[in-house]
Structure formats: structure tokens, C-alpha cells
């Protein structure tokens, strides 16, 4: 099985090669610079590895360089301002796709616009398949299964602010320039400052965090899951929210802050670091179900969660379409699989 990565040049494409090549599948190096590719190849344990350079404004040369391609994990980010010409070479080339994007509004326009054209060309096209819009849509579907009935949902990032590529700072900066959504009887809006509370759980903008004592104050922030969930649960209303530790550090995030921040976080600190997905929903009677997601290091994570879900694009036979990680993926057996690498995952229902 071929698995092109684009943007492999760069941190999270360097460890998302090094997967692939684990998984004992065949990596193909695609971007735009050939001594970067050839050194990310070395870094990643795959030399031999096959190099194929092709810039974003190259249409025709990017499609060549994915056609024989089983499936394309797209690494590059801002993916708002990088992305969409590799969804257009992948469709092309007749090659499967996904990408590790975070960003709220890309997803929703990648998911929305491109249906018709993928579609025709009998591919799958998954984005938001990181640490966080994966898990998150996974466990997010999941529980809202043990309602049947959802009135409202929310989606949160809750790990603590902690070790951070540049690349990470400048996507996740766009998307605190964009501001967040939230779903609302059958349509995408405008999110408010303050998040606000479910139905029936008081007044408080906090959250009870697994394995924590206390609960964590909270604030609104641009999740995958806002754009991803309601497309296989019918919820009344969907939002997410972060911890408000971790909002204030994006606020923090101008181009000036960003270019400071090191391309490559610290290995010890990524080890150290923990990430959860959680998600709460309750029904019109107040009755609810919570679920979460955690691991260590989330870099390492999504480039086991993008090869993982590449290999099942491929050797499982996924329907045509644009698609969320739920959508395109059997969740628990998913998550289940993640285990194998130290994740967690659980659902209570009160």
C-alpha cells in the first residue's frame, strides 16, 4: 500500500512518514522541496524512501505526483490558505484523502463544497483526522447513541496548554481570527463570547474533567466537532468549548509570537504532555451521557490516527464522499484500535 504524504518536510509530516514506514506500508514524500523532502526521509528512518516534489501552483505535477497513490495524508497547514489544491490534485489522481487540519471553517467548506466533485471521482475525502477533530467526532457519535435523542451537544478540548510546534501556533491562530461556530436548529452560526451551559447543568462556564478534582473553567473556541458531528447526529444544538487557560494562550498568538515559537516542540515535553476530547450531550428530559477520549503526546498520536485511518480508506473500501471521522470510520472499533497505543476511552450515562 502507497501512502503519499504532502507537507512531509514539515514536523507533523516527518512523524507521520516515520508511521507509515512502521506500519510496514510504503511512503511517498510529496512537496515542494526536494533537499527538505530528501532530509525529512532521513530524519523519519526512511531513506530510501520516494521523493516527489510538486508545488501547491502546479496542479497538473501535484496530481502526477499522487496518481499512484492508494490514499494522500495531507500535512501542510494553515490548511485555509494550503489546502484545497491538494484535495483538487487527490480527486485528479483518483487517490484517497486525508488531512490532520484543526481549523473549524476549512473543514466545514472542504466538506461542503467538494462533496459533488469527490463524489464523481469514487474517492473519500476525511479531513480533520488529528488528536483532536478525530476523537472528538468518534467519541462525540458514540454518545450521543446512548440518547437516541439529543437536544444538546458539546464538544471540548480540555488537555492543559503545553508543548506546541510553530506550525500548530499559526492554524490554530487562524482559527481564533475566524471565530468559532456553533450548530443550531439545522444551521451553522456565529458562536457568543461566553459558553453556555447544557440544558439542566447550571449556570457555571466550567466542566468536571476525567481524573481531575474540581471542575475547569471553560470558554468557547473553533472545534472540528462543531462542523463534523452534526452530519451524523441530529442534535438541536452542537458548540465547543476549550479551557480557558488554553483560549487565553491563542489570544496571545500574533505573527510576531508565532515566529518565535520553535518548529519542533521539545520530545520530552510532547511525552510528558496529555491530550483529552470529551463530549457531553443530554436530551429534551435532562437525561445525559459524557464520553472522553486521552493520550499522551498528540503529535505522535495523529500521525497514528492519519496512517491508521489511511489504511482503512484503502483496505477497507470507504464509500465515496466527503466524510467526518465517523462517518468514514466504525467509531468504537477506531477507538478501540487506539488502545494499542496507550489511549483511553469510556461513556457514562446518568
Not at 24 to 32: E, Q
Not at 302 to 324: H, Q, S
Request: aromatic share 4%.
Amino acid at each position: 500500500m502507497r501512502i503519499a504524504v504532502h507537507g512531509a518536510s514539515g514536523f507533523t509530516g516527518r512523524l507521520t512518514v516515520a508511521e507509515v514506514r512502521r506500519r510496514g506500508l510504503t511512503p511517498v514524500l510529496v512537496g515542494r522541496n526536494e533537499d527538505r523532502l530528501r532530509k525529512a526521509a532521513a530524519e523519519a528512518g526512511a531513506a530510501g524512501a520516494e521523493i516527489r516534489v510538486a508545488g501547491l501552483d502546479e496542479p497538473v505535477a501535484l496530481a502526477e505526483a499522487l496518481r499512484d497513490c492508494d490514499a494522500v495524508i495531507n500535512c501542510a497547514g494553515p490548511f485555509t490558505p494550503m489546502g484545497k489544491p491538494v484535495i483538487r490534485a487527490a480527486v485528479t489522481a483518483g487517490t484517497h484523502y486525508l488531512d490532520t487540519t484543526g481549523e473549524q471553517h476549512y473543514i466545514r467548506r472542504v466538506l461542503d463544497g467538494f462533496r459533488e466533485d469527490v463524489e464523481r471521482a469514487g474517492v473519500a475525502v476525511v479531513p480533520a483526522m488529528a488528536d483532536d477533530g478525530g476523537p472528538g467526532d468518534l467519541i462525540a457519535h458514540l454518545v450521543a447513541a446512548r440518547l437516541g435523542s439529543v437536544a444538546e451537544l458539546v464538544v471540548a478540548d480540555l488537555r492543559r496548554p503545553g508543548a506546541a510546534s510553530r506550525g500548530t501556533a499559526r492554524s490554530m491562530a487562524a482559527v481564533f481570527a475566524q471565530g468559532p461556530l456553533e450548530y443550531v436548529d439545522g444551521e451553522w452560526h456565529t458562536a457568543g463570547e461566553a459558553p453556555a451551559p447544557l440544558s439542566a447543568s447550571g449556570g457555571s462556564a466550567s466542566m468536571a474533567v476525567p481524573g481531575e478534582e474540581g471542575e475547569a473553567a471553560v470558554a468557547v473556541f473553533a472545534l472540528p466537532g462543531v462542523v463534523t458531528v452534526p452530519r451524523h447526529v441530529r442534535a438541536r444544538r452542537v458548540r465547543s468549548v476549550i479551557r480557558a487557560e488554553a483560549a487565553a494562550m491563542f489570544v496571545a498568538l500574533t505573527p510576531d509570537v508565532v515566529d518565535t515559537i520553535p518548529e519542533t516542540p521539545d520530545e520530552a515535553a510532547r511525552n510528558a504532555s496529555r491530550w483529552l476530547m470529551l463530549a457531553e450531550a443530554v436530551d429534551s428530559e435532562g437525561n445525559r451521557a459524557r464520553g472522553w477520549v486521552t493520550g499522551s503526546d498528540g503529535y505522535g498520536m495523529t500521525a497514528v490516527i492519519a496512517v491508521e485511518g489511511a489504511r482503512r480508506l484503502v483496505a477497507d473500501g470507504a464509500p465515496a464522499g466527503t466524510l467526518t471521522p465517523a462517518q468514514a470510520f466504525d467509531p468504537a472499533d477506531f477507538l478501540d484500535h487506539l488502545t494499542t497505543h496507550g489511549v483511553t476511552w469510556q461513556i457514562v450515562q446518568s
